[in-house]
């Protein structure tokens, strides 16, 4: 200690003997120190500044001196300067502020604390201040609210974890949708809130993803306090300190209760008969789809049953819809209590059912079962004091009997309930083929079709697609058709069955989308560049084959000058698409070309919603034979109505065929469908009549004025 004090007493005996050092140390400091500092004099004139000070001006030493610097400040700011400045000099004490300043020379707006003493130097006045800028520490002050603000607010349930996993923070939210208090669950591991729902692997994936990838999200099923089970959007993310160490996990999630109840209406909607309740076109495609496979691994059979009620017609003609309704619920009670447990039952449309019967050891074994059917069908049914009485025809097909797939399997046995009625009605018939003749009869049709290519006889018309509200063409659909030697124009109704499942139908997918793609170019030559694509229908088969995005990218290639996002394919026969995620694939490789997808016909009972929630398609067609019907079926305008809410809910576009008349497209404005194409606004035409009928074409007035 008595070292030290002899030191320091030494160091100032130095001072005095060498004050030239003392000021060159004072100098060093004031200059050195990183806030500016200054002297003023009596009239606010800098005198004295560091060069901090000249930093945060953004101007020379000899710039500030002499200068109140009024000119490089708004007026209102200096005022506000001046103010603190003549306090300091009246009542001769330090004043703390803050103030902002903003000019060119120092940026953007600062926000700064300004210390300012009174010093009186033999009879001068002059005032020293010190200036801290805190431009920044407000802003993270801001931030920071900004986010304990998120916090507290948020909708969603927030939970903050330690690298252990322990909860350290949750908001109001979280206690709102869970039923625990913060109190209740800080410190505990979020298990408590597990549903049981999911087992051990599900929660080894989420850590493992986590860990690996420092964030995890996915829908899973929680508890809530009173022990209710819910499903919630949950999204987890790690937090790491800048040693890369984890410190946190931040899990954001929400109830989506609602949304799982909205989608499991949309999916009843989507599976199930509006009247009836039974199971319609797309649950029944998938049931049989199922059985087939059971029947493969089980090496038995089952029966496809194609139920058509005998004068229902005139019922419904005779007393009214509400009455067939009636009679149409009670006698699909009757047949349901017919079948046997593991039997379905699908009402179609109309007053058409189809059964499927599985596990058949022997076709015998249907027999019992379809005169139940019959019995239940012809029994009297008493509606309103009505008493009515129908029957059915029934046509029956067996699988693996009858080889073919689920869609041949559905026609052959409607082709055998036409042959019960032929017979006499209120009976059944088992669909009977000649294979060798049919198998002809394929043959020659598939010759003629080669030759067909071969000498060019194949040309494509195109239908025009609108936007009814605004009154655009947006497009067209390139629609094939056989300019047969002998038979005239063809439509494709009329060859195409020919080909399907067919390696032809590949090499004919492939010639219309060339020939698509010639003709953009041409009609791109003379100016006419429709605002969104053109559209080909591509068959399942094609559109599986294992070189369908290297076959696309040889046929764009081939045409250079056309932007392949003038290019839309219309997916048809959903039914035949076996595999879903491979054919998602395939398109997500299609649409990083440019190429956008639609999915066709949708609503004929062969488009199950998984299709729409896997395949990456942008655009749903409404099948034109619920559209052409809608006006006078109230089944089919609420098929026509569920497909467009079931795009809305997908985000998709939906566009509806089959428009023939001024009213239909009314009735699909107002149920939200803007889109449309059919013989109302232009039947197919050759491609050279295009571009008049673009250039004339004008929505109908009544059109334009639907809300």
């Given at each position: 200690m008595e070292f030290e004090q002899n030191n320091s007493k030494a160091s100032l005996s130095q001072s005095k003997e060498h004050p030239q050092d003392m000021e060159m140390y004072l100098h060093a400091i004031f200059n050195n120190t990183g806030d500016p500092?200054?002297?003023?004099?009596?009239?606010?004139?800098?005198?004295?500044?560091?060069d901090a000070c000249c930093r945060f001006f953004g101007l020379s030493r000899d710039e500030i001196i002499g200068s109140t610097l009024a000119e490089s400040f708004p007026s209102e700011e200096m005022e506000g300067f001046f103010s603190i400045d003549r306090k300091v000099l009246e009542e001769g004490k330090e004043i703390?502020?803050?103030?902002?300043?903003?000019?060119?020379?120092?940026?953007?707006?600062?926000?700064?604390?300004?210390?300012?003493?009174?010093?009186?130097?033999?009879?001068?006045?002059?005032?020293v201040g010190v200036v801290h800028d805190i431009t920044q520490r407000q802003k993270t002050e801001e931030k920071l609210k900004r986010a304990a603000s998120v916090f507290i607010h948020a909708h969603e349930g927030i939970m903050i974890t330690d690298a252990s996993a322990a909860i350290t923070e949750v908001n109001d939210s979280f206690s709102r949708i869970t039923g625990y208090s913060s109190e209740e669950v800080l410190g505990h591991n979020p298990r408590i809130f597990q549903s049981g729902r999911h087992l051990p692997e599900f929660y080894t994936e989420m850590w493992g993803k986590l860990i690996a990838q420092g964030y995890w999200e996915?829908?899973?099923?929680?508890?809530?306090?009173?022990?209710?089970?819910?499903?919630?959007?949950?999204?987890?993310?790690?937090?790491?300190?800048?040693?890369?160490?984890?410190?946190?996990?931040?899990?954001?999630?929400?109830?989506?209760?609602?949304?799982?109840?909205?989608?499991?209406?949309?999916?009843?909607?989507?599976?199930?008969d509006l009247l009836t309740n039974l199971p319609n076109r797309v649950l029944l495609a998938d049931r049989l789809s199922q059985a087939m496979l059971q029947c493969q691994r089980?090496?038995?059979?089952?029966?496809?049953?194609?139920?058509?009620?005998?004068?229902?017609?005139?019922?419904?003609?005779?007393?009214?819809?509400?009455?067939?309704?009636?009679?149409?619920?009670?006698?699909?009670?009757?047949?349901?209590?017919?079948?046997?447990?593991?039997?379905?039952?699908?009402?179609?449309?109309?007053?058409?059912?189809?059964?499927?019967?599985?596990d058949l050891s022997s076709i015998d074994n249907a027999e019992p079962i379809l005169k139940r059917l019959?019995?239940?069908?012809?029994?009297?049914?008493?509606?309103?004091?009505?008493?009515?009485?129908?029957?059915?025809?029934?046509?029956?097909?067996?699988?693996?009997?009858?080889d073919v797939d689920a869609d041949q399997l559905m026609r052959h046995a409607d082709q055998a309930m036409y042959a019960a009625k032929e017979a006499g009605k209120n009976r059944y018939c088992f669909f009977d083929t000649d294979r060798d003749n049919a198998f002809r009869v394929q043959q020659e049709s598939l010759e003629a079709i080669h030759s067909g290519i071969d000498n060019h006889q194949f040309v494509l018309h195109y239908q025009p697609k609108v936007n009814m509200r605004e009154?655009?063409?947006?497009?067209?659909?390139?629609?094939?058709?056989?300019?047969?030697?002998?038979?005239?124009?063809?439509?494709?109704?009329?060859?195409?069955?020919?080909?399907?499942?067919?390696?032809?139908?590949?090499?004919?997918?492939?010639?219309?989308?060339?020939?698509?793609?010639?003709?953009?170019?041409?009609?791109?030559?003379?100016?006419?560049?429709?605002?969104?694509?053109?559209?080909?229908?591509?068959?399942?088969?094609?559109?599986?084959?294992?070189?369908?995005?290297?076959?696309?990218?040889?046929?764009?290639?081939?045409?250079?000058?056309?932007?392949?996002?003038?290019?839309?394919?219309?997916?048809?026969?959903?039914?035949?698409?076996?595999?879903?995620?491979?054919?998602?694939?395939?398109?997500?490789?299609?649409?990083?070309?440019?190429?956008n997808f639609a999915?066709?016909?949708?609503?004929?009972?062969?488009?199950?919603?998984?299709?729409?929630?896997?395949?990456?398609?942008?655009?749903?067609?409404?099948?034109?034979?619920?559209?052409?019907?809608m006006l006078s079926d109230k089944d089919d305008l609420a098929i026509v109505e569920g497909?467009?809410?079931?795009?809305?809910?997908?985000?998709?576009?939906?566009?509806?065929?089959?428009?023939?008349?001024?009213q239909h497209g009314t009735v699909l404005m107002q149920l939200g469908c803007n889109l449309a194409q059919g013989f109302g606004i232009a039947r197919p035409m050759p491609a050279a009549d295009i571009p008049a009928w673009v250039s004339n074409w004008k929505a109908d007035e009544s059109w334009l004025g639907v809300k």
């Open positions: 500092i200054f002297v003023k004099d009596e009239d606010f004139k800098f005198i004295l500044v560091n703390l502020s803050e103030e902002t300043l903003s000019s060119a020379k120092i940026g953007s707006k600062r926000v700064l604390t300004r210390k300012n003493r009174f010093v009186d130097h033999n009879g001068k006045f002059f005032i996915g829908e899973i099923w929680n508890r809530r306090k009173n022990g209710e089970i819910y499903p919630s959007m949950l999204t987890i993310s790690a937090v790491k300190n800048q040693a890369d160490e984890i410190q946190h996990y931040v899990s954001l999630y929400s109830d989506i209760t609602s949304i799982k109840e909205y989608q499991n209406q949309l999916e009843h909607i989507a599976h199930f089980h090496q038995q059979s089952l029966a496809v049953v194609f139920v058509d009620l005998d004068g229902f017609k005139q019922v419904n003609d005779t007393n009214g819809h509400d009455v067939g309704d009636e009679l149409l619920i009670a006698i699909s009670v009757r047949m349901k209590e017919a079948l046997r447990e593991g039997d379905s039952l699908a009402r179609i449309g109309g007053d058409e059912f189809v059964a499927v019967l599985a019959l019995l239940a069908a012809s029994k009297p049914v008493t509606v309103d004091g009505l008493i009515l009485k129908v029957s059915a025809s029934i046509g029956v097909t067996f699988y693996p009997q009858d009154g655009k063409v947006i497009g067209v659909e390139a629609l094939i058709r056989w300019q047969h030697p002998k038979r005239g124009l063809l439509d494709p109704i009329e060859f195409m069955h020919a080909f399907e499942n067919n390696s032809t139908s590949v090499k004919m997918g492939e010639w219309v989308i060339d020939k698509a793609l010639a003709q953009i170019s041409q009609w791109q030559k003379i100016g006419l560049n429709l605002p969104v694509s053109t559209s080909v229908n591509i068959a399942a088969a094609q559109l599986q084959q294992p070189d369908f995005v290297n076959s696309l990218v040889t046929l764009l290639a081939t045409h250079p000058d056309v932007d392949p996002s003038f290019l839309q394919l219309e997916v048809m026969e959903t039914n035949a698409l076996y595999d879903v995620n491979r054919v998602s694939a395939i398109m997500n490789g299609c649409m990083a070309l440019g190429v999915l066709d016909d949708f609503g004929t009972g062969y488009s199950p919603l998984i299709y729409l929630r896997k395949l990456p398609a942008s655009t749903i067609k409404i099948d034109k034979s619920f559209v052409q019907n497909v467009i809410a079931l795009a809305k809910s997908f985000k998709r576009d939906v566009i509806a065929e089959g428009v023939e008349t001024i």
